[in-house]
């Protein structure tokens, strides 16, 4: 039996798939769901794996970023994408944790785990603040995504 086929080896390929940037949970969720997982189970696995990037991109996305700033080819890049986070972050200083959480929670590109932790860390929310926000985020993605992918599977 192909490891892939294992109920450990379905839930660790929607573990995997939650971690990839853009794919995130929202493509996690279905993938586990495909494999055959239940989806209560692909949910979770999905956000475990979401969160898991999440203290890393904090704790090293500003050191990278002012690392890669000095240089010719990176700098111009670093700075669009800061400009991008602050954009992005406009709702996040409105309403600071509660606007990350709703960052987080709307199931769309652009929008995410990924992006609330490169936001978190350029707007200096704290960690201890910023991963709880994440996480509750995460949970509210997840259950949308969950009813949604629940709702297409009736239909077909």
């Known amino acids: 039996m ?7 080896g379905k839930l660790l390929m929607t573990f995997g798939t939650a971690m990839v940037p853009v794919v995130e949970l929202r ?3 279905p993938v586990g769901v495909a494999a055959g997982l239940p989806p209560a189970v692909a949910c979770v696995a999905a956000i475990l ?3 898991l990037p999440v203290p890393f991109i904090m704790l090293l996305a500003r050191r990278i970023a002012d690392w890669l700033r ?3 080819f990176f700098g111009p890049k670093i700075d669009w994408l800061e400009r991008r986070a602050h954009l992005k972050g406009r709702i996040v200083r409105k309403y600071r944790l509660l606007g990350l959480v709703i960052l987080v929670a709307i199931p ?3 929008t995410g785990a990924w992006t609330g932790a490169l936001v978190a860390s350029v707007l200096d929310i704290r960690m201890r603040h910023a991963i709880p926000a ?3 985020g995460l949970v509210v993605a997840g259950m949308l995504i969950t009813f ?3 709702g297409l599977i009736r239909l077909f």
Do not use: K, R
């Open 2 to 8: 192909p490891f892939l086929e294992t109920a450990f």
């Open 27 to 29: 493509g996690a969720i």
């Open 49 to 51: 794996g979401n969160l």
């Open 70 to 72: 000095g240089t010719a």
């Open 108 to 110: 769309l590109p652009g």
């Open 134 to 136: 994440i996480f509750l």
């Open 148 to 150: 949604l992918t629940m």
